[in-house]
């Protein structure tokens, strides 16, 4: 008899359950996809452990095969110091004898394989695909359960995720014409409750408690991406304060269907069951072989950390002008800016940019014009602080107009695809679409270019609120003095057609949008005469000549747009103009440069490719992206770095606290990571962590994608995002973050933020402090610790420091 009281075993189970929803990562809808950590859920623990970890319970892949690295090694881009640092970091027990006996194992090895479920086992002894057809039955709820306003028959609303699943599935008959007879009427006689159901199918599952972490955990990757969805719903839910069940009912839900088929297949599954089980119930701990897997990979990275110390350590080609520049572009630090960064520089030695997230500062919930959505232009960490809106009274006529458009075209969407009029629409007006038909297939028409009126804030905000804010962005993007007289403040957006991935290609730091609504806000506030005057008393003087513009770079066809220069008083039209003609010539040689590496492109078919709605590759995204560099932008100007870095402008001399320094390593960093890391997962784990294959995608709730016409929810990035058809175009790397501060400053606040330090100490992210000529001098080590560079490169010298603390 077990002496264990019942709420200790429930506590027990429940804790479980929400461990292994947090080992999930979540997922934005569509309209406003970002990019997310799929290893979030594994950030307290190491690439080996969790790659073990990843391979029970998903036969995820944790690194690339053997034989790319072994390419990697023949090809010169792996040296023998790579091997050999990399092994040295390894653990003792696990590593092979020495760095030789790394590179002789790097061949192929079998890819890793995933416990199988009691569904697994199942269809191997009834012959009976069973996780298929599991697959189907969830897939085809789940969309109906959280359609965003796609399907015309909604599915069931006022109801937890558990109740609506159980009230559909005791009318489907699916499963016992599969052979589970009895299934409906045995979910009819389920607990109501999916704690007491859990509980229930625990005891009878047999499952110790060392083994429900990792199976439950298995158990939810088998939803696919409709399991990040109800994470997504508990993020939310916590942001705002609150709580989301989902994701727990998720796992009540799939544990049902385990149950039931172990009570029809006990007879011929049990004993492998049981087998299965105890190894669920064992540690989660790296093989020698998975440990080689990472060993690889990190002598790889350092190997471009090498080459990344070199470009840094080179001599400055161009001075900085003493004199006040004459033009200055603040820019997104997404990684697309850096080739247009560069290009724009070229042009004259008085051209300076800056690189800041493009969200500058303004955490809004913003609504569109003739729009009731709120779009959260903001990092997803974070909740809005402020309102804003295209719509003022005097836009209320022509917003009135835009809203009946809008519902006259949805009625007229609908009535297309109703259940009734759907067949004789397409036999009676087919004919009528050929002409647009053509044109869409052609490319002949471009996508709409509407500008919302001037956004504003709603309410408006207090002047202490306008200063305050202000001066904030202004210190983070250490642009304090020596202002140009246009002073552009450049946003990003992508222009495609018929990409469901759309907003991917948008600013991931405004929430999955573009970014001109955060431009032309904080640009609205910097020209504020009443702002700048009290900022003056703050230390920050901007000329009365000086004026701000906002701007918006389209990153497939690098063309910019300025907006709002009516209010630009008419002493500034010789710099607007001579802004346009450097802003047209860099985009011309920022087109040259990114159509080298796109198929079939040229620089003058970009254009076309982003209105082609059969073109997979309208451009490459933040594929490559490896470097994270927070320094002035003396240390980066003039050197190629590839498309491959963000880049933050950041002078910690003028940081006071280092208030600035928190904010770039617990924001913009963690965002960088989230990105790097969903293009890593997307390229070594894509049957996991991958959006699968653009040409089958469908649609579907209105939130995410399948493949074909139904089944498990595929997220991540798609094939063609990270290969080009013959080879990757996206390196699996994990991000470099290059400081230029003191280290004591760093370690103070990777202690204050145990989340930010987790990806550090566990390797998630590589760390390194620049020297006061910008090289990378010192490597962090983990724990606090730092180990000096030799000669500002890449190899450790045996001395180390330990900050205090």
């Known amino acids: 008899m077990s002496l264990t ?7 027990r ?4 359950a929400d461990r292994a929803g947090r080992a999930i990562p979540p997922v934005w809808p569509l309209a406003s996809s970002v990019a997310v950590n799929p290893f979030l859920g594994q950030a307290g623990e190491g690439l080996a452990v969790a790659g073990a970890r990843l391979a029970r319970v998903a036969g995820a892949r944790i690194t690339l095969p053997r034989s790319w690295y072994r390419e990697q090694i023949a090809a010169g881009l792996i040296a023998d110091a790579d091997l050999r640092d990399a092994w040295a970091n390894a653990p003792a027990s696990l590593r092979p004898a020495d760095p030789q006996a790394v590179q002789a194992a790097a061949v192929d090895a079998e890819p890793p394989a995933a416990l199988p479920t009691i569904a697994d086992l199942a269809a191997e002894a009834s012959g009976i695909d069973w996780p298929g057809l599991i697959a189907e039955r969830l897939g085809a709820w789940a969309a109906a359960y959280f359609d965003a306003g796609q399907a015309l028959w909604a599915g069931p609303r006022g109801k937890g995720a558990y109740a609506a699943w159980k009230s559909v599935a005791t009318h489907d008959l699916t499963p016992e014409i599969a052979g589970l007879g009895g299934f409906a009427l045995y979910v009819s006689e389920a607990p109501d409750s999916a704690p007491a159901l859990t509980a229930r199918i625990v005891d ?8 429900l972490e990792t199976c439950f955990h298995q158990l939810l990757m088998t939803w696919g991406g409709w399991a990040q969805v109800a994470r997504y719903r508990l993020w939310q839910a916590e942001l705002a304060g609150e709580s989301d069940q989902t994701v727990t009912d998720f796992l009540a839900i799939r544990l049902l269907w385990e149950e039931a088929l172990l009570l029809r297949y006990e007879d011929r599954i049990g004993e492998a069951w049981r087998a299965v089980r105890a190894v669920h119930a064992t540690p989660v701990t790296p093989t020698p072989d998975m440990v080689i897997d990472t060993i690889l990979q990190e002598a790889l990275e350092r190997a471009t950390q090498r080459r990344l110390a070199a470009t840094l350590a080179a001599p400055v080609p161009t001075p900085v002008p003493a004199t006040a520049p004459v033009l200055q572009a603040a820019f997104c630090i997404d990684v697309r800016s850096e080739v247009f960064r560069r290009a724009l520089e070229s042009l004259d030695p008085g051209i300076q940019t800056l690189g800041f997230a493009g969200f500058f500062g303004l955490t809004t919930a913003h609504r569109r014009f003739g729009s009731d959505v709120e779009e959260r232009r903001l990092p997803v960490l974070l909740n809005p602080a402020f309102r804003s809106s295209a719509s003022t009274p005097s836009t209320d006529t022509a917003e009135t107009g835009l809203r009946v458009r809008s519902r006259a075209r949805r009625a007229w969407g609908r009535f297309k695809l109703a259940a009734v009029s759907s067949f004789a629409f397409v036999e009676a007006a087919g004919p009528l679409y050929v002409g647009k038909l053509l044109g869409d297939a052609l490319g002949l028409k471009s996508p709409p270019t509407a500008v919302d009126p001037v956004p504003q804030f709603h309410p408006s905000l207090s002047l202490e609120t306008r200063v305050r804010t ?13 202002f140009a007289p246009l002073v552009l403040l450049v946003g990003h957006g992508a222009t495609v057609v018929n990409n469901p991935h759309a907003s991917a290609l948008q600013c991931g730091a405004c929430g999955g949008y573009s970014g001109e609504v955060n431009a032309r806000l904080l640009a609205q506030l910097l020209n504020d005469p009443d702002v700048r005057w009290e900022l003056s008393s703050a230390g920050i003087d901007i000329p009365v000549h000086t004026v701000f513009v906002a701007a918006l770079h389209c990153t497939t066809t690098d063309d910019v747009t300025l907006f709002d220069l009516d209010g630009v008083s008419i002493t500034h039209e010789r710099e607007v103009a001579q802004a346009r003609l450097w802003l047209g010539t860099a985009g011309m040689l920022a087109r040259g440069e990114r159509a080298l590496t796109l198929p079939r492109a040229t620089a003058a078919t970009l254009g076309r490719r982003a209105r082609d709605w059969a073109e997979v590759r309208p451009e490459w995204g933040l ?7 927070a320094a002035p932008r003396m240390r980066t100007a003039g050197r190629d770095l590839g498309g491959r870095a963000f880049l933050h402008d950041y002078d910690w001399r003028q940081d006071r606290d280092f208030g600035v320094l928190e904010l770039i390593l617990t924001a913009p960093v963690v965002v960088a990571s989230w990105i790097s890391l969903q293009y890593y997962g997307s390229t070594v784990a894509p049957g996991a962590f991958g959006g699968g294959n653009k040409l089958l995608h469908n649609v579907t709730g209105g939130l995410g994608v399948v493949e074909g016409n139904g089944g498990l929810l595929r997220v991540g990035l798609p094939w063609q995002s990270v290969h080009d058809g013959e080879r990757y175009v996206h390196d699996p790397l994990r991000l470099s973050v290059c400081v230029e501060a003191p280290r004591q400053a760093i370690a103070d606040v990777l202690r204050r933020h145990d989340g930010v330090r987790a990806l550090f100490d566990n390797g ?17 080590a983990g724990d606090l610790t730092w180990l000096a560079l030799e000669d500002a490169g890449t190899r450790e010298v045996p001395s180390s420091l330990k900050l205090a603390g």
Do not use: K, Q
């Open 470 to 482: 202000a001066e904030t962005v202004l210190r983070a993007m250490s642009l304090t003095s020596r």
């Open 204 to 211: 009878r599952l047999g499952l110790a408690p060392e083994a």
């Open 13 to 16: 189970i429940r804790s479980a």
């Open 5 to 11: 009281h019942p709420s200790t075993d429930a506590d």
């Open 764 to 780: 998630w992210l590589h760390l390194f402090a620049l020297d006061d000529a910008g090289r990378m001098a010192w490597r962090y």
């Open 623 to 629: 594929a490559g992206c490896n470097t994270f560099i």
